[in-house]
T-cell receptor, first 118, second 110 residues
Framework: GAVVSQHPSRVICKSGTSVKIECRSL??????MFWYRQFPKQSLMLMAT?????????EQGVEKDKFLINHASLTLSTLTVTSAHPEDSSFYIC??????????????FGPGTRLTVL | LAKTTQPISMDSYEGQEVNITCSHN???????ITWYQQFPSQGPRFIIQ???TKVTNEVASLFIPADRKSSTLSLPRVSLSDTAVYYC???????????FGQGTTLQVKP
């Protein structure tokens, strides 16, 4: 249980184009979803917190007009990188919060999406 | 914002028990402690979570002292496939936000 998927797993695009990444919780309804990015040899950096039906909360320094987040349902959140540039090339990872019958919210992570902007 | 401190790296040999300690001096009353494992080019994988004392599952144990200012992840009899980065995280209260530190790179040698 608590499986999170991401699509696509890898994408290559030209500079100036927009790329959409989907994050789905497959066997549970997520209380909250989160988006991270990770550069080579570095740790994960939280970009934003996403709740179904409301606007995402972005971390300081993350441009909300650049990284559009839509959380259409309790199982789907999307991240759109608009007008992508080479410096946006990174590994993007989502996570979904799962609350078991007993215990606290636990985040389960997707497999990640490798974005390369040429 | 509760931060965590872990050793940057550790080496071990196959079959040994590995203990990774994490400091979280500013942990809040309602924060849980969660450990994740990450392999290159993959998302972090949940290992174990606890609030206090000891928690054990099929892959690891988590020891948390009474003051909760630190925790120790224990991996019994590691194998080469346990070579990975291990992150200790403290949940940010009701928001559930997790702020990743640098993690501990564990290298298991034959």
């Amino acid at each position: 249980g608590a499986v999170v998927s991401q699509h696509p797993s890898r994408v290559i695009c030209k500079s100036g184009t927009s790329v959409k990444i989907e994050c789905r919780s497959l066997d549970f309804q997520a209380t909250t979803m989160f988006w991270y990015r990770q550069f080579p040899k570095q740790s994960l950096m939280l970009m934003a917190t996403s709740n179904e039906g409301s606007k995402a909360t972005y971390e300081q320094g993350v441009e909300k007009d650049k990284f559009l987040i839509n959380h259409a349902s309790l199982t789907l959140s999307t991240l759109t990188v608009t007008s992508a540039h080479p410096e946006d090339s990174s590994f993007y990872i989502c996570s979904a919060g799962f609350r078991p019958p007993r215990g606290t919210d636990t985040q389960y992570f997707g497999p990640g999406t490798r974005l390369t902007v040429l | 914002l509760a931060k965590t401190t872990q050793p940057i790296s550790m080496d071990s040999y196959e079959g040994q028990e590995v203990n990774i300690t994490c400091s979280h001096n500013n942990i809040a009353t309602n924060d849980y402690i969660t450990w994740y494992q990450q392999f290159p080019s993959q998302g972090p994988r949940f290992i174990i979570q606890g609030y206090k004392t000891k928690v054990t599952n099929e892959v690891a144990s988590l020891f948390i002292p009474a003051d909760r200012k630190s925790s120790t992840l224990s991996l019994p009899r590691v194998s080469l496939s346990d070579t990975a980065v291990y992150y200790c995280l403290v949940g940010e209260g009701n928001t559930g936000k997790l702020i990743f530190g640098q993690g501990t790179t564990l290298q298991v040698k034959p």
